[in-house]
């Protein structure tokens, strides 16, 4: 009670100064300010005691520092410039690298923006309080679940200063307001951080508790790429990708299939054909990395529903990829597209992918397109195929009659099997 009519003093001078200049001198109101500050001390000083009493603590001599061991973490208090409280817990974390947690600034909030030093954890409530550096981002991912990280939060609220380093917990608290209950709160809790800093378990084993367990999917999804990120080669790993696959969340689905390559990709393709998720020219450049071959279908279902630029050149280089002969006359129905880097992508593809059935739809490009660069790559496409198939085939040529403007016809007598464009010279 005395502490909090400590604050209403200062509160009702700092309110009215204004109005106490008018009435009373500099130095009267130099005098009461002092003895505010000498009255608040001994709040402070009193506080105190009770605090490091609770805490079976040692008093300093002078009355203003405690000092004690609580579950064998050391921690000190001592009154900061007569106002406040500064709480430090000792603690010794299990990594080699650089840590450092604190509050959210105007300054490190820019940074975040930039992407620039601060590791989220996918915890928007954490990430958008607290600012995170370490250069052990995968132990720190594995330490902070959530109830930690709500620890962590709570440690950090109504303070003057808060910070985590890989030795200290130290916490700046201002006197008023702060009892001898909420302060001796404040060093059990940051002890109980500091003892759960410092658990001994592998990093491994606290990443996967994280995925089956925490609450946040943002978090969950962290998790399971720091699993992957650090343990690349661990067949144990394979039955916890498998479960990754039932989580509720779409994302985590997804990047648990794709780490389990050709296992994972039913999956993928029954994510993509029910359009559960925005992820999916990831899970298309997955399919085409893998060359799956039983996308096809779904993936020319998209290019038909989706008016996406990017999103059809992304399957157009799957389909290159994959290379599979039969999508010719799929491709070559798309020879209308106006978009010129997609009609670009698709005349790549049919190079992969076309036979002689699409050569003379290619030819009317390759002579009539208004695009110099469409009309390269129609020629180029011709020469990709020819080289793929003219062996087996025999020599193919596009012949120009007077009547028509181009008809395909085949001749056995160069055993080179090259396409020739009506208009050129057959070579010697």
């Not at 002092?34 to 402070?44: R, Y």
């Not at 000792?90 to 509050?103: A, C, H, N, Y």
């Not at 180029?380 to 009547?403: C, P, Y």
Request: net charge neutral.
């Amino acid at each position: 009670m005395e502490d909090i009519l400590v604050f209403l003093l200062i509160a009702a001078v700092i309110g009215f100064k204004m109005y106490f200049q008018s009435l009373w001198s500099e130095d009267t109101l130099y005098e009461v300010e002092k003895d505010l500050v000498e009255h608040s001390a001994t709040v402070g000083k009193t506080t105190l005691m009770h605090t490091c009493s609770r805490l079976k603590g040692t008093m300093d001599k002078d009355g203003k520092g405690c000092s004690g061991k609580l579950n064998g973490i050391n921690y000190s208090l001592k009154i900061d410039f007569a106002y406040g409280f500064l709480l430090s817990v000792e603690q010794k974390l299990p990594i080699s690298g650089s840590l450092s947690i604190k509050r959210e600034t105007v300054v490190s909030t820019l940074k975040k923006d930039l992407g620039i030093n601060d590791l989220l954890l996918g915890d928007k409530i954490f990430d958008d309080k607290m600012h995170v550096e370490t250069t052990e981002p995968s132990w720190l991912a594995a330490v902070l679940n959530n109830e930690n990280r709500i620890l962590v939060v709570d440690l950090s609220e109504k303070t003057e200063k808060f910070s985590i380093t890989r030795s200290f917990v130290k916490i700046n608290l201002t006197q008023y307001g702060t009892s001898a209950d909420r302060l001796t709160d404040r060093v059990k809790k940051a002890i109980k951080l500091s003892q759960a800093l410092s658990v001994k378990d592998t990093v491994k084993k606290m990443l996967i508790h994280n995925l089956y367990y925490d609450q946040e999917e943002g978090v969950r999804l962290n998790n399971l790429k720091m699993l992957a990120a650090r343990f690349p080669r661990s067949r144990e790993l394979t039955r916890i990708y498998h479960d990754a696959m039932e989580d509720p969340c779409v994302e985590i689905q997804i990047e648990a299939a794709i780490q389990l390559k050709e296992k994972g990709m039913a999956r993928l393709l029954a994510i993509l054909k029910n359009k559960e998720t925005f992820d999916a020219e990831r899970i298309i450049s997955v399919f085409r990395d893998n060359r799956y071959r039983k996308s096809i279908p779904v993936l020319k279902e998209i290019y038909d529903e989706r008016n996406d630029a990017d999103m059809r050149i992304s399957i157009l280089k799957a389909f290159r990829t994959i290379g599979d002969d039969k999508l010719g006359s799929f491709l070559a129905g798309k020879l209308n597209e106006p978009d010129n880097a997609v009609l670009v992508q698709i005349l790549r593809t049919l190079g992969t992918c076309g036979s002689v059935n699409e050569i003379e739809r290619i030819h009317g490009l390759a002579k009539t397109a208004r695009q110099s660069k469409v009309r390269e790559e129609a020629r180029n496409a011709m020469a990709i195929i020819q080289n793929r198939l003219g062996g087996d085939k025999g020599w193919l040529s596009v012949v120009e009659h007077a009547e028509a403007d181009g008809a395909l016809s085949m001749a056995d007598v160069d055993a080179e099997g090259r396409l020739s464009i009506a208009g050129e010279e057959k070579s010697k």
